[in-house]
C-alpha cells in the first residue's frame, strides 16, 4: 500500500480554493488499523514512517496523507466536459 504526503509547507502556498479541495490528515499511530486518521493535522515524516527509518534531514518535517480530492465546483463546464 503507498500514500501521496504533502508537506505544511506546499499546502501553505497553495491559493485557498485549491487548498479547501484537498482532505488531508494523520493515522492514528496509537489506534487499532481501520481507525478514522485525524483529519487537517500534520505529524513529523519520522514518526508516520516509523518503525522504516528515514534520513535525518526529512524526519522533522510536518507532512500529512492526501485523503482526498475534490473536484472544484463548475457552473460553467466547457463543451468538451458536456459530452
Known sequence: MGAILVTRSLLG?????????LKFGVPRLEGARGEAPVLFTFAR?????????????FAELAVAELLDLNNPTNANPSPRDAG
Open 13 to 21: 502556498k497553495l491559493p485557498p480554493d485549491d487548498r479547501h479541495r
Open 45 to 57: 515524516l519520522g514518526d508516520m514512517a516509523a518503525p522504516h527509518p528515514v534520513p535525518a534531514r
